[in-house]
């Protein structure tokens, strides 16, 4: 810098912030120096291109480019230049992190000095000057390596110099010295290598030599006598011979190998401070060739990416890059081979061999031969964690916006001059004004006018003392919406300075929401003291030590205790000490199991003993701490009498069912037993418990009486559980546990619970005997019938006889004694007129008994029946009938000859007649229709009055003999005789008898 102004390249977006490092570098009396100020980054990176710059000064957070990224882009566009951190984050570990990346200083914004920054600066620049310095000594070095020459001298056999060239007085630093051998090391400071003991003049190479004999290249160290400095000589020595070959003297050539020394002694130093460097360092370092395959790997390498040596040379590095990076990376570091660009920066994600992944920072250098590119060197580093951190310090700067977006309180923050500087989504949810509306406006727009002008004084007094004083962490006061209106908020304050400016940053609620909630606590408390007090229920709430802080009425009622007497007392100050015990117990368990839990407690109440069902369970607060135990008493006395009045119902019906001789079990819905009794077991052949959990159906009712299956699907019992519908039974047959078949008749019920089907009761019977009493009650009854049929026909013979005898004989006596009046008459009619009415009244007598006998003989049997067939024989008593009842009766015949045998034709006819007849008795008709038809191989006589119609309780009185008479004489002959009618509407009678098949 002391050579001319030095031109230093501010970056620096924050005018005050420039200002201030203009202002510092006055300060800093670091001479002569001209500033160039950009506030972009692109515009840094042009200024680079258009002029040169000693120093810059780099700002890190620049409006077109944020973080570590800045530096890396102007590291790679200042090429060499230093560079200067300035950043308003003190952050050491960041600040070691930018050094390492290139950074020559780092200055942490409000606390740079300007000794600090002249320090930096100088420090900077210096390294700078240094670095061209030792630039030119290595081409100097070089050069006087590449024009050395080699220095010849030439004693006699006593020591006296006989040559000394030129190079050898450039070398030495003089020329020869009249001296003998024995003065040689001391006046030419000769010294062993060591540097610190004089060379032995007897072993010097020349002395040696005129001594006769030979050396090569002995290494001597000396001090230059005419300059300052230090040489180093490679000696050969030779004797010299006369002619006589004769020792006359010696020969030395030595080479200045001070340069060549120091070099080799540089390169010894440098490589090993490049092994230790390589692999001490804690970056990776490594060189690839052309091809980009490991040619050199340092142990950090080996250590990051978890390959050994083998394993990496000669591999591609390419391979190592995680396959969704390795496009862009062949593309960048394609372009630096074919650009041959000196050094490039890259990051890749890269894959280590146990693939973890691990996130890599690199510079690399093109390797160059004569312009051609032979392999690549670069120095690496593991930026994990700084990619880690700087997603998490993304991610938690994202984090940040979003709670401060998306929170619904309203964050502003003001200046000192209360003009909005920051307004969130909330505030404009709260207050109805958009972002746009209120950045740069008066924060009294969301105040009432009432109280701007208190707000204007406490902005004034925080302005004037340069700090935010606070009565309180929260207040309460009224905001004004944008539509005007106004409501309850609370807020809090903060002040914090940026940039030598104090802000204010409030964070506002409205609070109306909880305004309304305090106020539904209120009703809610009120209810629930409500509830409370008029609870039935006993309840209570005590806190850890027992006593009592809350009661309802009705325990206060119990207790004979008011509220003011009962807060604050223990059990054992209330009730019993035995009762006091047992409740303080279960409290105890409560407590310690931190869980609520049921008990049945007794107290003595006024009107005895009462038992309760109590739920005890801790009260917690906010940290979910038990503070207090609540309990809730539901007297369950009435309900543990009618438990007791349950059992012993359950124990009569269990007495009912082992008493009753019905067989009764229970199924569930599949279909497995669940309960069953003594009969039904004992019918079945087992013991009960065998039946219980066994598929019934399968057990006891699988088969019909031959043995075939008898499905479930069909079962009745079974459409009990499905359709929920009871049924009844009378003849299938039940399976013994010996495999014997026995007949029964059940019922089934279903169970039904909350509207579910959850099972079905099965009560049975064996009716065995009954089925064998009903067989010979049938037997009985078909030989009651043949002897009925025997009887009727018997019956009909007689009155067949009894009629032929009456019409033949007593019809023809009486039609003889008719005669023999006749005659009588005629012969003593003129002799005596009173005998003569006598005959006439004998003969009218005689008339109506002859009218009798035949009416007798008809009914008997009908002449008309065996002479004219059945369809004239009930024309004829259909006529009668009108004729001596006045019924008006109707004939419907719709067949012309009846097949129907003799017996069948006598049946029909006097069912007929025996219809006719309760027509007259019972019937009160008025008129009778009567049909008479041929239906399906069957005749059918169908006769239908008007009466009052035949009744039920009349159709099933057994004293209905006439009834019953028609049934028999239908059923007789394979037919049958229905009777129906209704009140009002008449009776209706059909008969039906099979006809002969031809």
């Not at 800093?28 to 002029?51: P, Y």
């Not at 700087?390 to 984090?399: C, K, N, Q, T, V």
Request: with cysteine.
């Amino acid at each position: 810098m002391s050579t001319g102004p030095a031109h230093i390249l501010l970056v620096e977006d924050n005018p005050g912030d420039a200002r201030l490092l203009r202002e510092l570098l006055t300060e800093s009396g670091t001479g002569r120096l001209t500033l160039t100020h950009v506030d972009r980054l692109d515009a840094a990176i042009r200024c680079l291109t258009q002029a040169a710059f000693d120093i810059i000064l780099l700002d890190l957070s620049l409006p077109d480019s944020q973080g570590a990224e800045t530096l890396v882009r102007m590291h790679e566009a200042a090429q060499g230049i230093p560079i200067v951190l300035v950043t308003g984050r003190e952050d050491e570990e960041l600040g070691l992190q930018l050094i390492q990346a290139g950074a020559q200083d780092y200055l942490v914004k409000g606390q740079t000095t300007a000794p600090l920054l002249a320090r930096a600066l100088k420090y900077a620049v210096e390294r700078k000057r240094l670095e061209e310095e030792l630039r030119k000594k290595t081409r100097f070095l070089q050069s006087v390596l590449d024009t050395m020459a080699e220095g010849v001298v030439m004693a006699d056999e006593r020591g006296r110099f006989q040559v000394w060239n030129q190079a050898a007085e450039r070398i030495i630093g003089s020329g020869p010295a009249d001296i003998g051998i024995r003065e040689w090391s001391k006046h030419y400071a000769l010294f062993l290598p060591d540097r610190v003991t004089p060379f032995p003049t007897d072993d010097l190479p020349l002395a040696r030599a005129i001594r006769g004999e030979s050396v090569t290249d002995v290494l001597i160290f000396f001090h230059r006598p005419h300059w300052p400095g230090e040489a180093w000589l490679s000696v050969t020595a030779r004797p010299l011979l006369d002619d006589t070959g004769h020792l006359s003297g010696g020969v030395a050539v030595f080479r200045d190998i001070t340069a060549a020394k120091r070099t080799d002694e540089a390169l010894r130093d440098s490589q090993e401070r490049y092994r230790l460097l390589v692999t001490k360092a804690s970056d990776i370092i490594y060189r690839t060739d052309a091809s980009g395959r490991f040619t050199f790997v340092n142990p950090v390498a080996m250590r990051i990416m978890k390959y050994t040596e083998p394993e990496l040379l000669g591999r591609r590095f390419i391979e190592l890059i995680h396959p969704d990076h390795q496009p862009a990376a062949e593309r960048f570091y394609g372009r630096q081979f074919i650009r041959k660009q000196p050094s490039t920066y890259y990051e890749f994600l890269a894959l280590a061999k146990d693939g973890s992944e691990v996130w890599i920072g690199q510079n690399v250098q093109v390797l160059l031969e004569e312009g051609t590119v032979v392999g690549f060197q670069a120095v690496a580093r593991d930026i994990t964690d700084c990619k880690r951190a700087e997603e998490a310090r993304l991610e938690s700067e994202e984090r940040l916006r979003s709670i401060v977006q998306s929170t619904g309180d309203a964050i502003i923050l003001m200046d000192t001059r209360g003009q909005v500087a920051f307004w969130n989504s909330g505030a404009e949810k709260i207050f109805g004004y958009t972002a746009e509306q209120m950045l740069g406006q008066p924060v009294t727009r969301i105040i009432p006018q009432r109280f701007r002008e208190a707000h204007q004084r406490g902005v004034e007094r925080v302005a004037a003392a340069g700090r935010l004083t606070l009565q309180a962490d929260m207040f309460e006061l009224i905001g004004l919406r944008k539509d005007g209106t106004e409501f309850p908020l609370e807020f809090s304050l903060a002040a914090w300075t940026a940039k030598s400016t104090l802000f204010i940053t409030g964070i506002i609620r409205d609070i109306s929401d909880r305004r309304q909630a305090e106020s539904a606590l209120r009703d809610s408390e009120e209810r629930f003291r409500a509830i409370m007090d008029n609870s039935p229920a006993l309840i209570f709430i005590k806190d850890l030590a027992g006593r009592y802080l809350q009661a309802n009425r009705q325990f206060e009622i119990i207790s004979h205790l008011s509220h003011e007497d009962l807060v604050g007392k223990t059990d054992e100050e209330v009730f019993p000490p035995e009762q006091a015990a047992v409740f303080r117990g279960n409290d105890r368990k409560v407590l310690e199991a931190g869980a609520p839990m049921r008990f049945e407690e007794s107290a003595l109440h006024d009107d005895g003993l009462h038992t309760s069902i109590v739920v005890k369970f801790p009260l917690r607060n906010a940290q979910n701490r038990c503070y207090a135990l609540c309990g809730i008493a539901t007297d369950i006395t009435d309900r543990k009498r009618a438990e007791e009045a349950r059992q012993q119902l359950a124990k009569d019906r269990l007495l009912l069912l082992e008493s009753t001789g019905e067989g009764i079990y229970g199924i569930d819905r599949q279909g497995r037993c669940t309960f069953i009794n003594s009969a039904a077991a004992r019918m079945l052949g087992s013991l009960p418990e065998a039946f219980l959990g066994q598929d019934m159906h399968e057990r006891i009712h699988h088969s019909f009486p031959d043995s075939t299956t008898y499905p479930r699907a069909t079962c009745r019992i079974q459409k009990t559980l499905e359709g929920g519908k009871g049924c009844k039974v009378d003849d299938e047959v039940y399976w013994r546990k010996d495999g014997t078949a026995f007949p029964v008749e059940y019922s089934s019920f279903p169970i039904i619970e909350d509207n579910q089907i959850i099972g079905a009761v099965v009560v049975f019977l064996d009716i065995t005997e009954r089925k064998r009493a009903e067989q010979q009650l049938t037997l009985s009854h078909d030989q009651l019938r043949k002897l009925t049929a025997r009887l009727e026909s018997v019956r009909e013979e007689e009155r067949i006889l009894i009629a032929r005898e009456i019409h033949d004989e007593l019809g023809q006596a009486l039609t003889g004694v008719k005669l023999e009046l006749c005659l009588l008459h005629d012969q003593i009619a003129e002799v005596s007129p009173m005998m003569r009415k006598k005959l006439e009244s004998i003969s009218t007598l005689v008339d109506g008994t002859i009218q009798s006998v035949q009416r007798i003989a008809t009914e008997l049997r009908p002449v008309v029946l065996d002479q004219l067939g059945l369809i004239p024989a009930i024309e004829w008593q259909a006529h009668e009938f009108q004729a001596r009842t006045g019924i008006q009766c109707t004939l419907d015949v719709y067949l012309r000859a009846v097949t129907l045998s003799h017996a069948g034709s006598t049946a029909m006819f006097r069912i007929f007649q025996e219809i006719l007849t309760n027509v007259a008795r019972h019937a009160q008709a008025s008129v009778v229709h009567i049909t008479l038809q041929e239906q399906a191989g069957s005749l059918v006589l169908d006769v239908r009055d008007n009466g009052r119609g035949v009744t039920d309780a009349e159709l099933a009185d057994p004293h209905s003999l006439g009834l019953v008479g028609m049934r028999e004489r239908a059923l007789l002959l394979g037919g049958e005789t229905i009777f129906t009618g209704s009140p009002g509407t008449g009776t209706a009678v059909r008969v039906r008898i099979p006809l002969d098949q031809p």
